[in-house]
């Protein structure tokens, strides 16, 4: 029986496209650029390879894909070191990486790996090796960041070396969507157990780059995988680059320097007033690819002033979302209602938040019972433009009776501080537009989201983005994602700033940078010209 009269939308809720573009690909080495969406000029296969540094203005905590949690920078640096089952464009559609082929029937997905690929240790990577990442994502003990990525998998099975059985609980449209960001990423399961909980600074997958060193708050090195099983679209070896070294420098301004005087030949992102000093030099290439930072602050709502509803919409009231956006940004920014952009099909220009309004968020405080200044601490991280955001919010917030005080700490100190909820607001930022909505919404506003910082535990937002899930049917998803957004917004869990523009910003020389759709590196085909 033909695998498409085998196939159906109610057997596991996975798009027809998706499942039929992987049981067509079937070629044993696949050119990387056709993968991944290119940004910029992807150059020719010459070219001098050479080494490759980039600013990067966020430190990983760890590079063990099942317990990252800065999805807005590590997955640049995963990308060096990790592959994952298979790949999702721009466009939706999936292409093969470490499985060369996948099917579909009824409640089951079988993927056929590629082979021969071996892990930079030298272990094979094969159904086994696959098994044990997808378990160790599943296993509770493992308090995998991606676990809820699987949640609708019963079990994974290895029928034999080059074959792994995925059986599901319930449909799950978003599975393969799952498998092609970092629950799908397979590390060498005997590097897992060698390490232990020093994986993360010692990782070892099957990616076009090894592990070199790791010197922190300094640079981590990333060397060439001669072994790797990608070619170029011309048949030639990849990666081009012999060396990658990602230099730790949080101060954009030293970024921009750094990059202008070729100290650096890549930055991961530059606030506007940095890049547009770049503007016009041949040196230099900017190029707008739809990639977004969108600036939020997070309530926490577990305990202190912003359990009271009345008191986040006061500080909600407090604020000025252009006024941060202009001061932040320049012009170079958009205003959204959330983390939908205006160009994603679950956008909805019905949802608002509330308007500025200091008189109203006055007198919301007054009616929560609280005489006099309020206070409230706003942690925000040492990095243009956040602390001018967080000074700008403290004048805002001060206007409308709060007593603002802005703790501007390091990056993991703030995460830190995020995870174990010693915070009233904290100010970040997260990069969109991501594949699907439930990679913008699920991790930080579902009860058990890994970056679920407010606190929340609300059952029916809960459901809401359930039934986002649940479904492929493209106008229940938006009714879903849009009563979710209504939702947060109405009940101010978090207040949503400003999106600004986020280019591709590199050195001329530098060719062949292919970017995910919400703008994290692929630097396998990149090399350096002259």
């Known amino acids: 029986m033909p695998l498409s009269s085998r196939i159906s939308r109610s057997s596991l809720g996975l798009p027809r496209r998706a ?14 650029s056709t993968l991944t969406g290119c940004s910029g000029d992807s150059g020719s296969s010459g070219g001098s390879a050479g080494t490759l540094t980039a600013g990067f203005d966020n430190e990983p905590v760890t590079l063990d894909p099942a317990l990252s949690a800065a999805i807005s920078s590590d997955r640049n640096v995963l990308n060096l070191f990790f592959d994952a089952l298979l790949r999702q464009l721009p466009d939706g559609k999936f292409e093969p990486a470490l499985a060369a082929k996948w099917e579909a029937a009824d409640s089951a997905v079988t993927f056929t790996l590629r082979e021969g690929v071996k892990f930079h240790d030298g272990t094979p990577c094969d159904a086994e090796a696959v098994v044990f ?22 079990s994974v099975e290895a029928p034999d070396p080059k074959t792994v059985k995925i059986t599901l609980k319930s449909p799950d449209p978003l599975l393969l969507t799952h498998l092609a960001h970092e629950a799908g990423m397979i590390a060498s399961p005997a590097a897992l157990k060698k390490h232990g909980a020093d994986f993360g600074r010692r990782p070892v997958g099957t990616g076009p780059f090894t592990f070199a060193q790791w010197r922190s708050k300094v640079q981590l090195t990333a060397e060439r995988n001669g072994s790797y099983w990608a070619k170029a679209a011309d048949g030639s070896a990849l990666p081009k680059l012999d060396k990658v070294i990602l230099r730790f420098v949080t101060e954009a301004k030293v970024l921009r320097a750094e990059l202008s005087t070729g100290g650096v030949h890549l930055v991961r992102a530059l606030p506007p007033e940095e890049y547009k000093q770049l503007s016009g030099d041949q040196r230099i290439v900017i190029k707008d690819g739809g ?8 309530l926490n709502v577990t305990k202190g002033p912003f359990k009271n509803p009345a008191v986040r919409a006061a500080f909600a009231r407090a604020v000025d ?45 007054k009616e929560a019972g609280l005489r006099g200044e309020v206070p409230i601490t706003v942690v925000a991280r040492r990095r243009a433009p956040d602390p001018t955001i967080a000074e700008l919010l403290q004048s805002q917030l001060t206007e409308a009776g709060f007593a603002p005080k802005a703790e501007v700490l390091e990056f993991q100190t703030q995460l830190d501080r995020m ?7 904290a100010l970040l930022v997260i990069d969109i ?6 990679l913008a919404f699920d991790p930080y506003f579902t009860s058990d989201g890994p970056n679920n910082w ?27 994602y849009a009563d979710a957004q209504r939702r947060i917004i109405d009940n101010n869990y978090w207040v949503f700033l400003h999106q600004a523009k986020s280019p591709l910003i590199h050195s001329s020389r530098l060719k062949g940078v292919q970017l995910d759709v919400d703008g994290q590196w692929r630097l396998a085909e990149a090399h350096l010209g002259a």
């Open 291 to 298: 990639v977004r930072r969108a600036y939020y602050v997070a």
């Open 433 to 438: 537009p991501r594949l699907d909505p439930s």
């Open 321 to 365: 979302r252009r006024a941060v956006g202009k001061a932040a940004a320049g012009d170079e920014y958009d205003i959204a209602p959330s983390f939908a952009t205006t160009s994603d099909w679950f956008y909805d220009d019905s949802i608002a938040p509330l308007p500025q309004d200091l008189a109203k968020a006055r007198q919301g405080l």
């Open 133 to 154: 990442n997808l378990r160790r994502v599943m296993d509770p003990a493992t308090l995998s960041t991606k676990a809820a990525a699987l949640a609708k998998v019963a």
């Open 19 to 32: 499942v039929l573009a992987g049981a067509a690909a079937t070629a044993a080495t696949v050119s990387l």
């Open 419 to 425: 995870k174990n909820r010693d915070f009233d607001a």
């Open 454 to 480: 407010s606190g929340l535990d609300d059952r029916t937002l809960d459901a809401l983005l359930a039934d986002g899930a649940d479904t492929s049917d493209r106008p229940a998803r938006k009714k879903a």
